[in-house]
């Protein structure tokens, strides 16, 4: 008995202190953030017992919740307490707590989760329903006639009317007159022209003339120019000058971006890019923090960019070229100021005040007042003598003391007519127009004449207004002094398609000039691939300090080009041929840069590999990527294989912050070849022979397509090797593709004899598909046309492809060109040859038809439609490739593709905004066809209870939905005249294009409710798999091809623990500086995250096993080195930083963004 009890004693105190024991080593998991990057190398399967393991040991220490509550409670303060201590300062100089918040950023950052606890997400915006929108965009669409009645002096307006009683001693009128001058970088001259010419006498006479008057004010946007002066001609005493001004309030530099961004075709990521360039270098160089938005100039307006603002720091913006009737529309309610808040925001967080200016154009003479012919006598540069004059006939007249009084009382009038547009008693006169105050003269007429009005009405007590020289923020600071933010109206939704007059719709842009767009979005790939990975050498002490500063500035200087480029006449098409070519050669050489960072980079991270037959300093790696011209479309490398050189590495990186698996296709010089893998391991892999041709088809010699799948962790470096086999040797892991050719039975086919080749005599006369493996599979028409798409399951699509053409109006000044699209009717169906060329490849991981199709006289395209055999993307996706050049001999023709279904959407469609978000839109009968087109940056789709159609591209195009069932896409255009809109030529510099498209048939996951009411009915979701499908296709893997002995280590890189793929690595700075208060410069890396929102009515299970998402917290140390201690919450350009983040880990909601500034102040700054 004795035994009994000593032996049940024994293993009771074991079996407690056992428990005892894990549950100490479990918490100090928690505690200790230097031990959780350990844990988190287990595998999943570890992980996943580990935890079965946690949650049993949890459940016999029920009884104990008091204890482990206090446990709990003591943890939570010692890591507050660490908080404390984490501020970028140094110990002695705490922040409070309170300061961690002393920037307002959308949503503030709820109470810091523990990693094992779930989220709660309520208090996001997109979770919220508790604010009202007054102004709907879409809804107003439905609501207004879009009548286009004569105004009066308004012509787009009505007749103003006021009461002289509206003012008073204490309640006077109050005029803010701001001088500015419009300077594109590149237009009608290229960047450096117009400096050279233009820009740099504004700034040289900004810094002598301000200085003159008192009470003179002046405002800049770009920062382009102003870095280009600062570098190449100021002066110290220029310099200390400009410094002086800015400090006194007397220039104010308002957005403060590179450029002053197109809003239509600009990818969200872009924009970013050209604001954070704009900011660094204000706070570099002048150490200066802009607070206002100015975008005078954009072709319409779009909703991504104020959530940019609103994230940067901002609170004010200005906007100018909206539709006429939407500015007719607002001002009758007297809504054109009003808090611009995103569709999926039920809170009011992301609000943005935003002012728009009433009239035509932000020139002198639609700037005063309603009266442009009263206005432009204002305008003092076209004072007499100096070579422009108004077109209404009547000269200004210089001011003298015979006539101020009349000058006075009718400018003053033309104020008062003004402000009845507005809520308030503060008026807004943008006093400049394009490259104004280049000349030392005009700064002395416009601020002599005007100083002499303001003296003189500031002096008529009578008159009861208050006039002076402003800022735009002397404005907005005046406005809000008088008026509360719960005055102005809430809106919703953007500002496309623009109309300036007439039925002149500015869709044409959406458009112009697509080699370059496309090149555009290539370039934003390698930027971020470029700055992301220098980052991970950086911060992981791969690379030296010089080292990391030469790269530094090549990715810098690559950046400053993309950024240059997102001005609104570099993306969207609009300038000049000459200023086109200049462009273009920025962005090719901007793509070398980044392809020389990133395989310097890599061979640092993967530790300096062996690279045989290495023929330049610093080059270790081939980028399959080859572009040879600024206006040629890229080729790849064919990697050459002999018994000398018998085995290639293929390098991966993945700039991606999610784990992908896709199949990759390479160039070979022999189909004897095989696959190895990471390990070294065989693998399987397909041989296709390469067809060639811009006209007619033909099989290249000695180059074969080599397709296998592979898996690259985020943020990785992955190692495959390709090897040249013994021909006559059995290989069971290649399989060679069958070929089939139609409508070409004169060929003289020579083809290695292991390629089954089918080759018909008789013309083809029926459909034919094609499938890889067990993937989906097309059906096409003869012409090799999409047909319909049929899912691995069996679900037929109908999707009826078609190429049309719409011509142009040719009546005078009623003409498409750069800017606008004036069709002549209806689009026309393309003309086809009878029986084109045709071939299809099929294999077990990709099949793809190649089909020549040429219209006479008309243009030449080569449509490449491809299926892959995914097992990570299981979904019904079609690759559709357009190479294509319109024939130098047409005159007027626009090339659109149209895709035709039997999903019943009625007029609505979806399009996305800047690649960030989508919006809802209508087809609108009332409104003529060219106004029916919107941009598409990046995706499209139409649905209904049960189906959807979703388009993806490469390059920003016009899209509409012009019927039922109908997505329709801009291909190219060619137009022989001008429109009419300053660029004085046509549109005649076609080169030959590709496009790439996914597009993806997917069906509605049952039980799910397809019924959208209120907000969110006016915005929509990708579904994951499309998610998946955009950001690939944005960011392609990076192919690094070196030789190697066949026997040496395969170098990898992977540092990432987590893969998150709705979480987009937006940008990753590898150096920032930032300004504290007491204006101390700090040195770092800038990291930018958003989250995004996904359908999960598409949602598909097996697509989820492999792309997981994340649960809204980010633990920075799991993606990147990071010292915890180091990372603090930031703004979007890094103008504003807070506290720190507490143990590195980040909080975002659904579609939000967020920028992590990590301090590393270098002691060689």
Not at 241 to 246: E, R
Not at 739 to 756: G, T
Request: charged share 25%.
């Amino acid at each position: 008995m004795r035994i009994r009890r000593l032996s049940a004693l024994f293993w009771a105190t074991s079996i407690i202190a056992f428990i005892f024991i894990l549950y100490v080593v479990t918490d100090l998991t928690f505690k200790l953030p230097s031990i959780k990057p350990v844990m988190m190398e287990l595998d999943d399967s570890k992980w996943s017992s580990f935890e079965s393991k946690l949650r049993h040991i949890e459940n016999e220490l029920n009884e104990h919740h008091a204890v482990v509550g206090e446990i709990k409670t003591a943890m939570d303060q010692i890591v507050d307490h660490s908080a404390e201590n984490h501020s970028m300062k140094k110990p002695k100089l705490q922040k409070k707590p309170a300061k961690l918040r002393e920037f307002k950023v959308v949503g503030d950052e709820p109470p810091r989760m523990h990693l094992k606890n779930k989220v709660d997400m309520s208090y996001c915006p997109i979770n919220q329903q508790s604010s009202k929108t007054d102004i709907q965009m879409l809804s107003m669409y439905e609501r207004i006639t879009f009548d286009d009645k004569d105004g009066g002096v308004w012509k787009q307006g009505w007749d103003i009317e006021y009461k002289d009683t509206q003012w008073s001693s204490k309640n006077k009128l109050k005029v803010f007159i701001v001088p500015h001058s419009h300077n594109d970088p590149g237009w009608l001259k290229t960047f450096e022209n117009y400096y050279k010419t233009q820009t740099k006498a504004i700034f040289t006479n900004m810094v002598e003339k301000l200085s003159e008057g008192i009470d003179r004010k002046f405002i800049w946007a770009e920062i382009s120019f102003l870095s280009l002066w600062w570098a190449m001609d100021a002066t110290e005493k220029e310099k200390v000058a400009f410094q002086n001004l800015l400090k006194a309030g007397k220039i104010e530099i308002v957005t403060g971006g590179w450029v002053m961004n197109d809003e239509a075709n600009s990818h969200w990521l872009s924009i970013i890019q050209q604001l954070t360039t704009g900011h660094q270098w204000l706070t570099e160089n002048l150490g200066y923090t802009p607070r206002n938005s100015w975008a005078i100039d954009p072709f319409g307006h779009s909703s991504t960019q104020p959530y940019l603002l609103k994230l940067t720091g901002f609170e004010n913006s200005l906007i100018q070229r909206v539709h006429y009737r939407v500015k007719k529309e607002l001002a009758m309610d007297r809504q054109l100021e009003f808090k611009w808040r995103q569709l999926w925001d039920g809170s009011g967080k992301t609000d943005m005040f935003t002012h728009m200016m009433p009239f035509y154009s932000y020139d002198v003479p639609h700037s005063c007042g309603p009266d442009p012919k009263i206005c432009c006598q204002f305008d003092f540069k076209r004072l007499p003598g100096n070579g422009v004059t108004c077109p209404w006939g009547i000269a200004p007249r210089k001011i003298i003391q015979k006539n101020v009084g009349e000058r006075a009382s009718l400018i003053l009038d033309q104020w008062r007519k003004k402000a009845q547009l507005y809520r308030s008693n503060v008026v807004l006169f943008p006093l400049g127009d394009d490259f104004r105050y280049d000349r030392s003269n005009e700064w002395d007429h416009q601020y002599q004449n005007y100083e002499m009005l303001i003296d003189y009405i500031n002096n008529n007590d009578a008159w009861n207004a208050e006039v002076q020289f402003g800022t735009l923020n002397d404005y907005f600071k005046a406005l809000h002094e008088e008026m509360k933010m719960s005055d102005f109206p809430v809106l919703t939704g953007d500002f496309f398609t623009y109309a300036d007059r007439n039925q002149h719709y500015w869709s044409g842009y959406y458009t112009s000039r697509p080699f370059y767009k496309n090149m555009d979005r290539v370039l934003l790939g390698y930027v971020r691939a470029a700055e992301v990975i220098t980052s991970q050498a950086v911060s992981s002490r791969s690379v030296t300090y010089i080292l990391s500063l030469q790269l530094r500035d090549r990715v810098e200087r690559a950046r400053r080009s993309l950024a240059l480029f997102q001005h609104h006449d570099g993306v969207t098409g609009t300038a000049k041929d000459e200023v086109v070519v200049d462009y273009a050669k920025k962005l090719l050489q901007a793509i070398k840069d980044c392809q020389s960072v990133i395989q310097q980079a890599a061979y640092y991270l993967l530790k300096q590999p062996a690279i045989q037959d290495q023929t330049q300093e610093d080059i270790y790696f081939d980028i399959d990527d080859i572009w040879q011209r600024h206006d040629e479309i890229p080729t790849k490398i064919t990697i050459a294989l002999d018994e000398v050189s018998p085995s290639r590495r293929i390098v991966l990186y993945n700039a991606l912050a999610f784990k992908r698996q896709e199949i990759l296709t390479v160039i070979v010089s022999s189909p004897h070849v095989e696959v190895f893998d990471p390990e070294g391991g065989p693998i399987m892999a397909q041989v296709t022979p390469v067809v060639s041709g811009s006209r007619r088809l033909g099989f290249a010699a000695n180059k074969f397509q080599l397709s296998f799948p592979v898996t690259v962790d985020a943020l990785a470096l992955t190692t495959y090797s390709v090897s040249l086999r013994d021909s006559m040797s059995i290989n069971k892991y290649t399989s060679f593709a069958r070929i089939r050719v139609y409508n070409a039975d004169y060929w003289s086919i020579e083809l290695p004899k292991m390629f089954p080749v089918e080759q018909p005599a008789a013309r083809l006369a029926d459909d034919v598909t094609l499938q890889a493996g067990n993937s989906t599979r097309v059906l096409a028409t003869k012409h090799g046309l999409l047909k319909a798409i049929i899912s691995s399951d069996g679900k037929t699509t109908p999707v009826h492809m078609d190429y049309v053409q719409y011509g142009t109006q040719k009546m005078p000044d009623n003409n498409s060109g750069a800017y606008l699209f004036i069709p002549d009717g209806p689009a026309q169906q393309f003309n086809l040859d009878a029986y084109p060329e045709l071939v299809i490849a099929e294999g077990p991981f990709k099949a793809t038809l190649y089909t020549a199709l040429v219209g006479p006289k008309a243009a030449e395209i080569i449509l490449a439609v491809s299926v892959y055999n995914n097992p990570s993307l299981p979904q019904s996706e079609v690759e559709l490739t357009n190479t294509f050049l319109i024939d130098p001999k047409v005159d007027d023709m626009e090339l659109a593709m149209r895709f035709s279904t039997g999903i019943k959407n009625g007029d609505v469609f979806y399009t996305d905004v800047n690649g960030m978000q989508m919006i809802k839109r209508r087809y609108f009968e009332k409104l003529p066809l060219q106004a029916n087109f919107y941009p598409l940056p990046a995706a499209a789709y139409i649905e209904d209870e049960s189906s959807r159609l979703t388009l993806l591209t490469s390059t920003p195009l016009g899209v509409a939905a012009l019927q039922p069932g109908q997505i329709e896409i801009m291909q190219d255009r060619r137009l022989s005249r001008d429109d009419n809109r300053g660029v004085n030529q046509g549109v005649l510099d076609n080169v030959r294009t590709r496009h790439a498209f996914r597009l993806l048939v997917e069906h509605a996951a049952p039980p799910c409710s397809r019924s959208r009411t209120g907000a969110r009915g006016a915005y929509g979701l990708l579904s994951l798999g499309a998610h998946v499908a955009q950001q690939t296709q944005l960011q392609p893997l990076v192919a690094l091809l070196h030789a190697a002995d066949e026997n040496s280590p395969r170098p990898q890189y992977a540092r990432a623990l987590r893969s998150a793929a709705d979480l987009v690595l937006a940008s990753f700075r590898s150096h920032v500086a930032v300004t504290n208060k007491d204006g101390s410069t700090y040195h770092g890396m800038g990291l930018t995250l958003q989250r995004v929102q996904l359908e999960k009515c598409y949602s598909n299970r097996a697509i989820s096993k492999f792309y997981t998402v994340s649960d809204g917290q980010i633990q920075l140390t799991d993606m990147i080195d990071v010292p915890p201690e180091r990372a603090h919450a930031s703004s979007l350009t890094f103008l504003h930083v807070r506290g720190a983040l507490p143990d590195a880990l980040l909080t975002l909601c659904p579609m939000e963004v967020r920028s992590v500034f990590i301090n590393v102040t270098l002691k060689h700054a």
